[in-house]
């Protein structure tokens, strides 16, 4: 049966929000941690550390995420995972932000075959001596234009790469309009590994329309959709839709979470209110009292504003967002 992922969202797909959402929600099968960028200090920093950690992390299944264009960084930064225990991780080649990819890391190494090419080699042979450690591929399509998959789909195919998921978007895409199918049906037939999908699936219907076209997709991986509904995978499995009391232990759990780890109001507000960019689209006709819960600046507006939308805004858990947030 093809897996359920839970997307790498920097700054939303937190230790904080994996645990609340491990607690309350279930389908997931794997929750992929947001890139950790590895230097040549190779060193983590705390905050990786802690995200990494058994106590975040139990009773879920977690791939940690690698971030860089250097092979002995790569190889430095999966053998310290390894031995934490993790026996899957994941490589970012799709990050499109430009101060990632100006430095031809993420999205951006995609154009360089010689580079990306290099760094295969070198992750797959500096970590020749740890056969049963999955080394997985995390790829947009290209650059500008989904056919240069065709070229990267040959490439990968020479490594033993565990399992190919493809975000079936160029980076000149970014986050916008429909996944490119036609691209992404000639890598799934192409592929000697197993493949993932990842790309606006909001919903059950999305996801058993995608089923019925690629069966044999190892992985399907939830991004914004889970953002904006937590349930979405509890449901692509026939369970209940997400409730407004859900929604709100959810909300509680996290924002508890964050009050906890993080120092000052302001910081927690902030990642509060990146979450509230999603979730405002479960309640369309009070966009007033949404637009307050992301204007408060402590701590008491922030709790009232959001205990009022909870009890009464009128909560709409429709499949499909009005519109798709777009980052
Ligand atoms: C705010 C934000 C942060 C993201 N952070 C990461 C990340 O750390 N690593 C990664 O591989 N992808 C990251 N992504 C991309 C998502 O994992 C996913 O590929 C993308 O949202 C497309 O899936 P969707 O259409 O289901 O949302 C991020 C996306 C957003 C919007």
């Not at 969202?9 to 590895?38: C, N, Q, W």
């Not at 190779?42 to 802690?50: L, N, P, S």
């Not at 924002?255 to 405002?280: D, F, H, N």
């Not at 009232?304 to 967002?321: C, V, W």
Request: glycine letters at 8%; charged letters at 25%.
């Amino acid at each position: 049966m093809t897996q359920i992922y839970a997307a790498p969202m920097e700054g939303l797909t937190t230790g904080v929000f994996r645990k609340a959402h491990r607690a309350l929600f279930s389908g997931i099968d794997r929750y992929y941690l947001p890139f950790i960028a590895v230097h040549e200090s190779h060193t983590f920093k705390q905050k990786e550390i802690r995200d990494m950690s058994p106590s975040v992390n139990a009773g879920m299944v977690s791939v940690p995420q690698i971030l860089t264009k250097n092979p002995a960084d790569f190889v430095w930064g999966a053998r310290e995972i390894a031995a934490l225990g993790y026996d899957e991780i994941n490589l970012n080649l799709g990050c499109p932000s430009p101060t990632v990819t100006t430095k031809k890391k993420g999205a951006g190494l995609l154009g360089d075959s010689e580079a990306l090419q290099g760094l295969l080699d070198g992750i797959f042979e500096g970590l020749a001596d740890l056969p049963d450690l999955r080394i997985t591929v995390k790829t947009r399509l290209g650059i500008a234009e989904p056919q240069e998959m065709e070229a990267l789909t040959e490439l990968y195919n020479r490594y033993p790469v565990a399992e190919l998921i493809i975000h079936a978007r160029t980076l000149q895409d970014l986050y916008r309009g429909e996944p490119r199918m036609e691209a992404f049906r000639k890598a799934y037939e192409d592929c000697r590994m197993p493949v993932s999908f990842n790309g606006n699936i909001f919903s059950r219907e999305d996801f058993d329309g995608f089923i019925s076209r690629y069966p044999e997709t190892a992985g399907v991986m939830l991004g914004r959709g889970l953002i904006r509904n937590p349930a979405l995978a509890r449901e692509i499995r026939g369970g209940e839709k997400l409730t407004r009391e859900e929604l709100r232990a959810f909300h509680d759990a996290i924002y508890q979470g964050y009050l906890e780890e993080m120092s000052g109001i302001t910081p927690v507000l902030g990642r509060m209110k990146e979450l509230w960019s999603y979730w405002g689209t479960l309640f369309p006709e009070n966009e007033r009292l949404v637009r307050n819960v992301r204007k408060a600046k402590n701590r008491k507006d922030y709790e009232t504003a959001a205990g009022i939308l909870f009890n009464m805004g009128s909560f709409r858990n429709e499949d499909r967002p009005r519109e798709i947030i777009m980052h």
